[in-house]
């Protein structure tokens, strides 16, 4: 490397413009804003985000560091990712909540369904007994 072109580098190890695209297209994919890829956290959407050769992205270690750092710390998760999980646990409980007041509603409905049977049976027992006596009601007297 010539004394020239390593002037030409910043401490990132790329030169300024490569470091700016960089660091831009990692905080368009931090903040779920991607326009150049599908958005998901990886180094290949970095480089491909940045528009820069993956050579060119692994020459630019300090940056890679911060990316490393940030995605030990937040995760891969993209802000629209997260939202969506966020909105299916809700809807998961939801569901959960749903399910359990439903179960309960067909516990007390075969509940209630033995109740009517059970009581249907006294009443069918009853007529019979009441047309086997001729149909006369014996008034009960202390």
Same mark, same amino acid.
Not at 54 to 80: F, K, V
Not at 95 to 122: F, G, P, S
């Given at each position: 490397?010539? %004394?020239?072109?390593?002037?030409?580098?910043?401490?990132?190890?790329?030169?300024?413009?490569?470091?700016?695209?960089?660091?831009?297209?990692?905080?368009?994919?931090?903040?779920?804003?991607?326009?150049?890829?599908?958005?998901?956290?990886?180094?290949? $959407?970095?480089?491909?985000? %940045?528009?820069?050769?993956?050579?060119?992205? $692994?020459?630019?270690?300090?940056?890679?560091?911060?990316?490393?750092?940030?995605?030990?710390?937040?995760? !891969?998760?993209?802000p629209g990712e997260a939202r969506r999980?966020?909105?299916? !646990?809700?809807?998961?409980?939801?569901?959960?909540?749903?399910?359990?007041?439903?179960?309960?509603?067909?516990?007390?409905?075969?509940? %209630?369904?033995? %109740?009517?049977?059970?009581?249907?049976?006294? $009443? !069918?027992?009853?007529?019979?007994?009441?047309?086997?006596?001729?149909?006369?009601?014996?008034?009960?007297?202390?």
């Amino acid at each position: 490397m010539t %004394a020239l072109h390593s002037r030409s580098l910043t401490e990132d190890g790329v030169s300024a413009k490569t470091a700016a695209a960089l660091r831009a297209a990692m905080q368009r994919l931090f903040d779920g804003k991607p326009q150049h890829t599908d958005g998901r956290l990886t180094k290949e $959407n970095l480089w491909q985000e %940045a528009q820069v050769s993956w050579a060119t992205m $692994n020459r630019a270690t300090a940056i890679l560091t911060e990316w490393d750092n940030h995605i030990a710390e937040h995760g !891969t998760t993209t802000p629209g990712e997260a939202r969506r999980d966020d909105e299916i !646990t809700r809807l998961r409980r939801k569901r959960a909540e749903k399910t359990r007041e439903c179960t309960v509603a067909n516990k007390r409905l075969e509940a %209630a369904a033995v %109740a009517i049977a059970a009581l249907h049976h006294d $009443n !069918t027992q009853l007529r019979q007994e009441l047309a086997a006596s001729g149909g006369r009601v014996i008034p009960l007297r202390p």
